[in-house]
Structure formats: structure tokens, C-alpha cells
């Protein structure tokens, strides 16, 4: 259930991007199976940044990853702008999930020997992208979170904070018309992490080079955060949980 939904000034309802038609997800079998996702239905439009909140363990990333390509659904499907997941074969999901999907996560999964712009660059290296034009296009990438001057240096070399950045650099360097983000401030202070979630805020209200609005998606507990969304859906052992509509309000409020 929607708890919190304000529309994107000056614009009506978006194009649906994602769209779960009763999602289920389980693992392990006999004694040990362990369902994360109970029959998900469920709608995400382009031009919102939606977050999934609930406590640890309840199916957000589980969901997350049906959406975004990265686990096929036990039963019923998730589409991406119309095109069911299960359609397709391997090699076409990862060619799909590579054109059209970004993905930001909590450990940032940077690759140590790399630099920050050769990092950027890696989603446009796997997709046939020459090495010096990826680059140069990761250094703009870098330019937009704040760190174009440090295109150059490691990992190691960089705080969390700014490896986070890199890791959103990475994420929207392709121009992805979907963002899926896992607990991305999770491993930030509070300062840190809202600057952060200000630049995937901001990536929910830029355009891919035709021009089209992008859905931004974010497993979040952290409800420092709450304030950037236009939609919040909540969860609840696999379900997307009803509940009293001021439950988030005063949360999103509370630290906006």
C-alpha cells in the first residue's frame, strides 16, 4: 500500500516502467524453504523515485531483484516497460538488464586495482563500448556526483562516502531507464548518506538521451531518508503491508 505519494511537480502519472504480477519468490526446499516474496502485484511509473521500506528480512531485496532481472520469479512475473523477464533467455536478460537497468548497492563493490573512472566505466565496457570513449564518458559521470577530479584514484584512496559516489557514477553512466538501489546509505553516516540519496534524487528527475523519465527504486530501512520519496510502499513478510497511512507521513516528515 502507498503510504506517502507526491507527484512529480508539473507532470502527471508517468509510464509504467515496472509492473509484478503476483510475485513469488522462495528458497531452499523440504524443511528449510523459506518464502521471501508472497504474491506481489504491484506498479512503478517512470518519473518517481519509489522506496521499499520494512525491516530486515522481509523480501524488499528478494523483490528488488525479480524486478530488476537478477532472480526469475517461482510464480507469476515481472516486467521491465512491458517485457516479461521470463520471455526472454539468458543472454538477452543480461543484455536487457545491462541497456536498461542501474544498480546501486550497499557495499558499493568497487574493484580494487581499478580507478574511480575506469570503475564507472566497467557497465559500458561490457557493453562493447571502447575503452577510451567509456572512460571519458565515466569522467563526466564523476563530474555529476561531485568527483571529477579524483577520476584517477583507487578505492582504497577514497572514503565510503565517496566511494558511494562512484558506485552511483557507475550506476547511471549508461543512462539507465531503471535504478534499483539496495540499502545505499546504509554503510554512511547521516550526512553522508543524505548527500547520497540528494544525488539519487536527483537521478530520479534526469532524462536518458531520448529524452525519457527514468523510475528510481530504493530498499531503504534508514528513515533519515524517507523524506526523498514520491512513493513508499511497505513491507511485511513477502507482502506489500496495508497500513495506518500516517505511519510513514510523520517518519518522511520527522527528518525533512
Same mark, same amino acid.
Given at each position: 500500500?502507498?503510504?506517502?505519494?507526491?507527484?512529480?511537480?508539473?507532470?502527471?502519472?508517468?509510464?509504467?516502467?515496472?509492473?509484478?504480477?503476483?510475485?513469488?519468490?522462495? *528458497?531452499?526446499?523440504?524443511?528449510?524453504?523459506?518464502?521471501?516474496?508472497?504474491?506481489?502485484?504491484?506498479?512503478?511509473?517512470?518519473?518517481?523515485?519509489?522506496?521499499?521500506?520494512?525491516?530486515?528480512?522481509?523480501?524488499?531485496?528478494?523483490?528488488?531483484?525479480?524486478?530488476?532481472?537478477?532472480?526469475?520469479?517461482?510464480?507469476?512475473?515481472?516486467?521491465?516497460?512491458?517485457?516479461?523477464?521470463?520471455?526472454?533467455?539468458?543472454?538477452?536478460?543480461?543484455?536487457?538488464?545491462?541497456?536498461?537497468?542501474?544498480?546501486? *548497492?550497499?557495499?558499493?563493490?568497487?574493484?580494487?586495482?581499478?580507478?574511480?573512472?575506469?570503475?564507472?566505466?566497467?557497465?559500458?565496457?561490457?557493453?562493447?563500448?571502447?575503452?577510451?570513449?567509456?572512460?571519458?564518458?565515466?569522467?563526466?559521470?564523476?563530474?555529476?556526483?561531485?568527483?571529477?577530479?579524483?577520476?584517477?584514484?583507487?578505492?582504497?584512496?577514497?572514503?565510503?562516502?565517496?566511494?558511494?559516489?562512484?558506485?552511483? @557514477?557507475?550506476?547511471?553512466?549508461?543512462?539507465?531507464?531503471?535504478?534499483?538501489?539496495?540499502?545505499?546509505? @546504509?554503510?554512511?553516516?547521516?550526512?553522508?548518506?543524505?548527500?547520497?540519496?540528494?544525488?539519487?534524487?536527483?537521478?530520479?528527475?534526469?532524462?536518458?538521451?531520448?529524452?525519457?523519465?527514468?523510475?528510481?527504486?530504493?530498499?531503504?530501512?534508514?528513515?533519515?531518508? *524517507?523524506?526523498?520519496?514520491?512513493?513508499?510502499?511497505?513491507?511485511?513478510?513477502?507482502?506489500?503491508?496495508?497500513?495506518?497511512?500516517?505511519?510513514?507521513?510523520?517518519?518522511?516528515?520527522?527528518?525533512?
Amino acid at each position: 500500500m502507498t503510504f506517502l505519494s507526491k507527484p512529480r511537480e508539473g507532470q502527471g502519472p508517468g509510464e509504467v516502467a515496472v509492473t509484478c504480477d503476483r510475485v513469488t519468490k522462495s *528458497f531452499g526446499k523440504g524443511s528449510a524453504l523459506v518464502t521471501a516474496v508472497r504474491g506481489v502485484s504491484v506498479e512503478f511509473n517512470t518519473g518517481q523515485l519509489v522506496m521499499l521500506v520494512g525491516p530486515s528480512g522481509c523480501g524488499k531485496t528478494t523483490l528488488l531483484s525479480v524486478i530488476s532481472g537478477v532472480l526469475d520469479a517461482d510464480e507469476g512475473d515481472a516486467a521491465l516497460f512491458g517485457v516479461p523477464w521470463k520471455s526472454l533467455s539468458r543472454d538477452k536478460k543480461a543484455r536487457r538488464r545491462g541497456e536498461l537497468v542501474g544498480f546501486v *548497492f550497499q557495499q558499493f563493490n568497487l574493484l580494487a586495482p581499478l580507478t574511480a573512472a575506469e570503475n564507472v566505466a566497467v557497465p559500458l565496457l561490457l557493453r562493447g563500448m571502447a575503452f577510451s570513449e567509456a572512460v571519458e564518458r565515466s569522467v563526466e559521470a564523476l563530474k555529476q556526483v561531485g568527483l571529477g577530479e579524483r577520476a584517477t584514484a583507487l578505492p582504497r584512496q577514497l572514503s565510503g562516502g565517496m566511494q558511494q559516489r562512484v558506485a552511483i @557514477a557507475r550506476a547511471i553512466v549508461s543512462k539507465p531507464r531503471l535504478l534499483v538501489c539496495d540499502e545505499p546509505t @546504509a554503510n554512511l553516516d547521516a550526512k553522508t548518506g543524505q548527500s547520497a540519496m540528494e544525488l539519487i534524487h536527483q537521478a530520479s528527475r534526469t532524462t536518458d538521451d531520448q529524452g525519457r523519465d527514468r523510475c528510481v527504486i530504493v530498499v531503504t530501512h534508514d528513515n533519515r531518508v *524517507f523524506h526523498y520519496a514520491d512513493r513508499i510502499e511497505q513491507m511485511e513478510d513477502g507482502r506489500l503491508k496495508a497500513a495506518p497511512e500516517d505511519f510513514v507521513l510523520q517518519e518522511a516528515r520527522a527528518h525533512h
